[in-house]
């Protein structure tokens, strides 16, 4: 039993058979591009992180003045 009944070998055949009707070279853009969007995405959120930290610092030093 592999992920969620599916076992290695009808993954393998699967892969094959996708790899057969796409070609490698599409199949290799086609994860270029998926890796790409992860990776914007990932510093999106990244940077989101850090506007937010900026912004609760701004919020604690107002109140240590007031």
């Not at 996708?18 to 890796?35: E, Q």
């Not at 790409?36 to 959120?45: D, L």
């Amino acid at each position: 039993m592999g992920l969620g009944g599916i076992s290695i070998w009808q993954l393998l055949i699967v892969l094959v058979i996708v790899a057969l009707i796409f070609g490698t070279k599409k199949l290799r853009g086609v994860g270029g591009d998926l890796g790409g969007a992860v990776k914007g995405f990932k510093k999106a959120i990244s940077d989101d992180d850090k506007d937010n930290a900026e912004v609760v610092e701004e919020a604690e030093k107002t109140e240590e003045k007031s």
